[in-house]
């Protein structure tokens, strides 16, 4: 499986992940694009890629802003956001433990047959939100 990472997780947790899941390949997004790229431009990039890799994500914005859902959207990718609080763990105290803690979980639903969304919790929870197809569609509440 290809797996991409964007800025707001860090590149030490793409290695990290690579290093543990000698099966999948795993790229950040300084690896291939430059600091300044849009959000809208890399998921386009990326949707017309095959294998399409799944994207996992801090930053929760994307699933709310118009102009990135619609990106996601049309490049029809399946994406894992990491939960608000992900981001505050100390990398070595916490974030590294609890991804590899988490990561079979999310290969368990990486491969759907139709691209997905997903919340990975500081719970370690792995949450379907919805199809990337019906972003935009409902309120999350809705989703459930």
């Known amino acids: 499986m290809d797996f991409f990472m964007d800025r707001n997780v860090g590149v030490k947790m793409a290695h990290l992940i690579e290093a543990f899941d000698r099966e999948s390949r795993v ?11 849009p959000d809208t431009t890399w998921l386009h990039a990326l949707g017309k890629r095959t294998p399409k890799p799944i994207v996992i994500g801090g930053d929760g914005s994307i699933l709310r802003n118009e102009a990135e859902m619609q990106a996601l959207k049309e490049a029809g990718l399946t994406y894992f956001v990491l ?19 988490v990561w ?3 290969i368990a639903d990486a491969a ?5 969304i997903y919340e990975v919790t500081v719970g370690l929870k792995v949450e379907r939100i ?3 197809e019906e972003l935009g569609r409902r309120s999350r509440r809705e989703r459930g």
């Open 27 to 37: 790229r950040h997004l300084d690896d291939e694009f430059t600091h300044d790229t």
């Open 83 to 101: 939960a608000k609080g992900w981001t505050n763990l100390n990398w070595r105290d916490s974030q590294a433990w609890m991804i590899i803690k």
């Open 104 to 106: 079979p979980k999310i």
């Open 112 to 116: 759907p047959l139709r691209p997905t």
């Open 130 to 132: 919805c199809l990337t």
